[in-house]
């Protein structure tokens, strides 16, 4: 068997396989790419649904809006999930990558995808948008641009399985599964059903785009949500794994319940790809009692898991707290957090707009009567990027903070900017998604040029109201993309140009495998 | 102790009480009640369940402006 490079980190003691640092690296500058370019489109369409600016045209509206959905919904989130992936399983476990050339082929069948994807969305080959409806037809190298994207993320998905295996095969860890690794497997099982589903639909949408078969635009919609909801529980799942890392690193978190945090996450492979049902609520071509079983019954199973982790993140941080000795009254916990760390902060707001914006929206308009009145209104993207943005972004945004210095080994360039990025980036999108959910309200269509339908035959009014909601709403989105802007400027600079991590500034310091107990740990030995 | 660039969970590391175990058996003894050894959690969590009721409340009330019975 051919050697394996490590290194022992001073700051964790995890031995880091080079291949694992490496093809973190990759994905992690694929992740950034992505996010510079889906963030310079959502400016764009901002500023477009911005009515007092309305800057783009409306063929350039569509074709825009498609590359930022596309961009960031799959290329950032996806190539970010694959770095956990290659953190959790390899890294965490202390282990090699089982084959770490097939991850490779996997990442540049990925950026290939994701390059004839772009090529199609940019070049008005493609103005379907990210759902790219049938009968909507797009270039054929635009689906076949994102098979290649998810064939090559279904094969980083079996490295992980089979980086497991080795890890176990060659007692590189000891008993169960570190909690984050657990919630790693729990996201790459929801990939698999996931990517299944996209396989089932995007191939045939592929032959069908060459005019080879015909695809029934009601069985394309049931799919395709298989795949365009399904992949945002891949999120979920990352994003609470996250928070849990992000828990213990920053303020000595304990997990409360081994048994009740892995139990949620195995309720969310078991129900989360069937909520998908829920944005079939309104099609005509699906009984009332399929979607009435699906969205009031299955659903709430995978949100009752949401609703475990809303608990037991926060109660675990609150009693790591209390046993560092922060035990004066109700909240003296959260006052003495560490605010100034960019990692506790996002975590933090991850949480809270994930939860109270997100979660609450969501799960509302899950229900079947209300879908009626919230169905494609900006309320369904107000609820969106509460919890793929503020939730999930934000918390991937969180975690970098520690990546850089811990596989990247720099330090954090711009540390200023950085301390006050989380507040911006989530206040910016509160704001935002609230504005965008009020908005909604009024009625307010979702994914649409012009709401003055000006130059159209017919007139339709708003609400005054509804002026200053989508100037409040542009806004919050601007204060956001300060924010991520802030996030690129810091993590680019940090990785390519920022100041090596040297021996002394961290080997003086000594955290436990963060994620590997359950059981509040013994005081650390003094420095 | 924060050190510039490195965020405070490296720099700085959390540390539990010396005494975890008497501290912990404390914080999980009956003496706390109802909200257990994490009252802050719960108090937090009660207000989510009030921001839920809320706004689910309002939702039906506004269907009902639409779809008026009688």
Redesign the interface.
């Known amino acids: 068997m051919k050697s394996v490079a490590f290194r022992t980190c001073p ?1 964790t003691g995890l031995r880091v396989s080079a291949d694992a640092e490496a093809l973190i690296k990759a994905n992690a500058v694929a992740a950034t790419v992505a996010l510079l370019t889906g963030g310079i489109a959502a400016i764009m369409v901002l500023l477009t649904r911005w009515q007092a600016v309305h800057l783009l045209p409306a063929e350039w509206f569509y074709r825009i809006l498609t590359v930022h959905g596309m961009t960031m919904l799959i290329f950032f989130i996806l190539f970010f999930e694959m770095g956990v992936l290659y953190f959790a399983g390899a890294v965490m476990l202390n282990s090699r990558v089982a084959t770490p050339r097939v991850g490779w082929a996997a990442f540049w069948l990925m950026v290939v995808g994701a390059l004839v994807t772009e090529w199609t969305m940019w070049t008005g080959r493609a103005d379907v948008l990210l759902s790219s409806y049938v009968p909507l037809r797009a270039h054929p190298a635009f689906y076949l641009g994102v098979i290649l994207f998810a064939v090559g993320a279904l094969i980083v998905v079996a490295v992980f399985f089979a980086t497991l295996v080795v890890a176990k095969r060659e007692h590189t860890y000891e008993g169960s599964l570190p909690l984050v690794t657990y919630g790693a497997v729990t996201a790459a099982i929801i990939a698999v059903i996931t990517l299944g589903q996209g396989a089932a639909i995007y191939i045939p949408t592929f032959f069908w785009s060459l005019g080879m078969m015909k695809v029934d635009p009601e069985i394309y919609r049931l799919l395709w949500w298989g795949l365009g909801h399904s992949s945002q529980q891949i999120n979920v799942a990352v994003m609470v794994s996250i928070w849990y890392l992000l828990g213990a ?4 978190a304990v997990v ?1 319940n081994e048994k009740i945090s892995r139990s949620a996450f195995v309720l969310y492979t078991l129900f989360i790809s069937i909520a998908a049902a829920h944005h079939l609520l309104v099609d005509p071509g699906l009984s009332p009692a399929w979607k009435i079983v699906n969205t009031s019954y299955f659903m709430y199973l995978a949100v009752l898991a949401s609703m475990i982790h ?2 037991t993140v ?2 675990g ?4 707290q ?4 922060y ?1 004066h009254g ?2 003296d ?2 006052r003495r957090a ?1 605010w ?5 902060s996002s975590l933090i707001f991850s949480i809270i707009v994930f ?2 914006v997100g979660g ?2 969501g ?2 308009f899950g ?1 079947e ?2 879908s ?3 169905h494609n209104t900006l309320r369904v993207p107000g609820h969106f990027h509460a919890t793929v943005v503020s939730g999930t972004a934000m918390a991937f945004m969180g975690v970098t ?2 990546v850089i ?2 596989i990247f080994r720099k ?3 711009f ?1 200023p900017l950085a301390r006050i990025q989380p507040y911006l980036f989530a206040g910016g999108m509160l704001v935002f998604s609230l504005a965008m959910t009020f908005a909604g ?1 009024f009625g307010v269509p979702r994914r649409h040029w012009d709401i003055s339908f000006s130059a159209a035959p017919f007139d339709v009014q708003f609400n005054p109201a509804v002026d200053l909601l989508l100037g409040v709403m542009a806004l919050g989105g601007l204060t956001a993309a300060v924010g991520g802007g802030i996030y690129i400027l810091v993590t680019v600079w ?1 990785v390519f140009f ?2 090596p ?1 040297e021996a002394g ?2 080997s003086h ?3 436990r495998n963060p994620v590997g107990y359950s ?6 030995p003094a420095s | 102790m924060s050190m510039y660039g490195i965020p405070s969970g490296i720099a700085n590391p959390p540390r539990h009480s010396p005494q975890v175990d008497e501290e912990n058996e404390r914080l999980h003894s009956a003496a706390h009640g109802l909200l257990g050894p994490t009252p802050g959690t719960v108090v937090l969590v009660l207000v989510f369940l009030l921001a839920f009721v809320a706004y689910y409340f309002v939702n039906w009330k506004l269907l009902s402006l639409v779809w008026k019975i009688g």
Do not use: C, N
Request: aromatic share 12%.
């Open positions: 700051i690193l920053t303020v000595g409360l809303g608990f926060p109660a941080i609150e009693l790591g209390r046993l560092r000795g035990t109700m909240f916990w959260l560490p100034g760390d960019p990692g506790f939860g109270f609450i929206t799960v509302t229900t009567q209300i009626i009145i919230a903070y520690y210095p811990l330090q954090i360039a540390w309200t940090s920022g100041k991590l500034e961290a310091v000594h955290v059981e509040p740990t013994p005081p650390l």
